[in-house]
DNA sequence: TAGTGGTCTAGACCACTTA
DNA sequence: AAGTGGTCTAGACCACTAG
């Protein structure tokens, strides 16, 4: 014990990312457990020799990261890992798309009377006329996901051969089809594959799928799309991780 | 158009809160679309008369938020809503816990040899001993979730009453039980029920199910604890937002 | 009253992008 | 060269907590 490592001044770390690794460090060897009240900002600066704002900075990101936990006029303490702090992201999904060997094949792609149950998502009448795609995914060749999706229809904005690639499910994903867009809303749950999808895919139907369903809004709040894939459920699994970010790998 | 809001120096809103809240509002307001550049951080010190660092702090909140990215040299762009910036967290699981109605009843508890399968995920030998515990989580009377857990036995930390009941699956999501534990993983797939599971939670074996999974290390990288919850599919939807925070609500 | 975090000021220098 | 964000300084005052 004694020394404390010290900040590196010539470092490509900023010296923020480099303090807020040596308390995660501190942290993860067990010199500091759950509760314990980590040094306050004043004797880090001190220690250190930085700046308040560049302390608050570290602090500031151990808290972001459920590492830690301020409370004015007592101190910063850590928190333990809790199941409840956890978050799961849709990286497994993209990852589908991002992959070279991936592949989608159009459906159908044309314009429809939508069913009652489209109807209500887009919030448009019965009569009315919405864009209807349908995709398969595959992976090297094997169907993985199956994609349907309703837009409303536009005649501005007329319906474009590359709006229906892999590059619009890439899109959907990064943002970079609507800036028409303002909010969407996501769902996810599990669900057992229709005997139309079950088709699609090579599957029987009432196997085990996920659902993801999406419904996004323009910035009058009006429904401008809805759509879900739906996946095999053996072929997505969510994972994630609490506690220290990095903790325990390789 | 014209007049800006400005900050209000009374309010109980910090500057930087009510700066990041209007840039949301003029985002929202179709003002500023995807890919537009946002006023220069000197211009919104200006316009908004407030120091560089509060500025700073407002822009970081939005690109925390994904509403904005900053790009070096170039500035500060609206970001469009992406699907693939969803993040899905355990609040509606935790939602049971926290509920009046809810009650946990202990199947089992006991120090038992562990299957090869709980052997694995806990690295431990297989003569060795383990503390199982089996629950089931009941809202207002009904089975909703069964829970099954096995930690390493340590005799020098006998098993306590207040470990089984309700708090301890509270100090599980919380984190105030374990003050020993340096990480988690989680995994968060789709199933069915087992017979066994079935017939605990007074379904049909093959119902549809979510599985969510935790693995708790220790600040050895040692496994300390490893269950599973299982629930109801239809019990458990999983729903989030991507674009402005709070738009489109009520 | 002393110590803590919460917020803010009014600058500074740097790295990067664009023209 | 001019403009942008990225980082940092060295303080300040405030609200809150605890002895």
């Known amino acids: 014990m004694g020394a404390v490592s010290h900040i590196d001044r010539s470092s490509f770390e900023p010296p923020y990312a480099q303090l807020a690794r040596l308390l995660r460090e501190r942290i993860a060897s067990g010199e ?5 009240r980590l040094p306050s900002e004043a004797e880090l600066c001190g220690t250190y020799r930085v700046s308040p704002m560049t302390v608050r900075r570290a602090v500031t990101l151990l808290v972001q990261e459920e590492v830690a936990i301020t409370e004015q006029g007592r101190g910063t303490f850590v928190k333990s890992p809790e199941l409840g702090a956890a978050t ?6 993209r990852r589908y798309l991002d992959d070279a060997g991936t592949d989608v094949r159009i459906l159908e792609a044309r314009i429809v009377s939508p069913s009652l149950h489209v109807c209500s998502k887009l919030a448009v009448e019965a009569g009315s006329r919405v864009i209807a795609i349908k995709r398969i995914l595959s992976s090297d060749g094997e169907p ?9 229809f536009d005649p501005m904005r ?9 590059t619009a499910l890439q ?14 809303r996501l769902t996810l749950h599990a669900s057992a594959f229709t ?15 996920w659902v993801v369903e999406h419904l996004f ?24 991780t609490v506690g220290i970010p990095g903790a325990g790998e390789a």
């Open 195 to 209: 005997e139309k999808e079950a088709a699609y895919l090579g599957e029987q139907a009432g196997t085990l799928a």
């Open 217 to 240: 809004y323009d910035f009058d709040d009006r429904p401008e799309s809805w759509g879900r894939f739906v996946g095999r459920a053996d072929r997505l699994t969510f994972s994630t």
């Open 158 to 166: 007329p319906l474009v051969e590359a709006e229906l690639g892999v």
């Open 171 to 184: 899109d959907l994903f990064s943002g970079a089809g609507g800036s028409g867009l303002k909010y969407g």
């Open 144 to 152: 993985v996901f199956y994609h349907s999706e309703y837009l409303v």
């Open 32 to 36: 500091y457990r759950a509760g314990d």
């Open 88 to 93: 799961f992201d849709l990286r497994d999904l």
